[in-house]
């Protein structure tokens, strides 16, 4: 389906299909007839319904070439195109399918999708906007404006939408664990725990809602329960990047540095592997995939933990990866100073903290790379 998949991530999205047409045959006529375009629009979902894009979109290209009005074979086509990872194509079929009917809402909820998985929040909001306004009971389309609210960080908008899917269907656990994570993110652990339990309650087996409640757990200094969350989100999805990072950093608060690196490499593993297959989708199209803000942490936390084993080239080589994830990384300069000082590397100790002085605004921050130069330089 078309996802983005911020969460992790770890980020969740809901999309809608376009609405079923029905073949009628007709009296017999003695000759054999064509075949019309619904005929090769319903070939074409059944293909997509299993999986094979490739023959779906050659399906939605007849259909489109007998009808070339038919808004559900561009909505249909687009969303082929969309879970290939083709998203520019896709939005072309959404806005195709949008000027052959107007008030179609789930061409606007899909097109949202596909812009907010190209990071274009203000054309996705736009679009959601748009699909509520047709379609005010469109439950995914509140839920994907919450998503949008959330990345562009307005956490708070973000809960208005969510509340409002929850209301629209009040026993679907994925709003309740996106509502969750907005929380989380405006340090509300309190209303966060709160969804992650009831998100959980409705699917005991939502391996990201306890990968998120036990981040919470982290947050609180509550590590034992971190963890116990940390592994039954790991059991239930083995390949869960994030369940490993997070409980990497509750190892690491346990000072247990071992077991926090052996996660992160666990972490690294099942992104890069999830890249590669990104990347190998068997589609002529291939999308550039960048590594997240979010990942650079995995990198600068493993660094961090080989810190504190002594180990400082490690740890250098995870905080540099760290900053070419995360230009601007603060806090890993910070850390490869005093790692390059720690390994009698003054010269590099003495650019990381100069760097920092350019990067840094918090006063804290600043006084401790000052007193860090005026230490290295002998003031």
């Avoid at 995914?140 to 809960?159: F, P």
């Avoid at 989100?233 to 509750?250: C, F, M, Q, S, T």
């Amino acid at each position: 389906m078309c996802k983005d998949g911020f969460e992790n991530k770890v980020r969740i999205i809901i999309k809608v299909t376009g609405a079923a047409f029905f073949i009628f045959a007709g009296a017999a006529t003695g000759f054999q007839q064509q075949p019309d375009a619904a005929a090769f629009y319903n070939r074409g979902k059944a293909y997509y319904q299993k999986g094979d894009y490739e023959n779906a979109i050659a399906d939605f290209n007849l259909a489109i070439k007998i009808k070339p009005d038919y808004a559900h074979a561009y909505l249909q086509r687009g969303n082929a195109h969309c879970d290939q990872g083709d998203y520019d194509r896709a939005i072309v079929d959404y806005t195709q399918a949008i000027h052959c009917r107007p008030n179609e809402a789930t061409a606007y909820n899909n097109r949202g999708n596909a812009n907010l998985i190209k990071n274009d929040f203000a054309a996705a909001i736009a679009d959601f906007d748009q699909a509520i306004k047709l379609n005010p009971g469109l439950v995914a389309a509140y839920c994907n404006r919450g998503v949008a609210n959330t990345q562009r960080g307005n956490y708070e908008q973000a809960v208005l939408d969510f509340t409002q899917a929850t209301k629209l269907k009040p026993n679907y656990p994925d709003i309740y664990y996106k509502r969750g994570k907005a929380y989380s993110y405006q340090s509300n652990s309190v209303r966060a725990l709160i969804d992650y339990n009831y998100a959980i309650k409705l699917n005991p087996d939502f391996a990201e809602a306890y990968s998120s409640r036990g981040l919470t757990h982290v947050k609180k200094g509550a590590f034992d329960l971190a963890i116990a969350d940390f592994d039954r989100a790991i059991k239930l999805k083995p390949d869960l990047a994030e369940a490993y990072a997070n409980r990497g950093v509750a190892y690491a608060q346990k000072e247990r540095f071992d077991r926090a690196i052996a996660d992160y490499d666990r972490a690294i593993q099942f992104k890069r592997e999830r890249t590669f297959a990104d990347q190998n989708r068997g589609s002529d199209f291939i999308p550039t995939i960048k590594l997240k803000p979010e990942d650079a942490e995995i990198y600068y936390n493993r660094g961090r933990a080989y810190h504190a084993l002594g180990k400082f080239s490690r740890a250098i080589t995870d905080y540099t990866q760290a900053i070419n994830i995360k230009t601007n990384h603060v806090a890993a300069y910070y850390m490869r100073g005093t790692a390059y000082r720690d390994k009698g590397a003054r010269a590099k100790a003495i650019f990381d903290f100069t760097k920092l002085l350019e990067l840094a605004n918090e006063p804290l921050i600043r006084k401790r790379a000052q007193e860090q130069l005026r230490a290295l330089k002998g003031n």
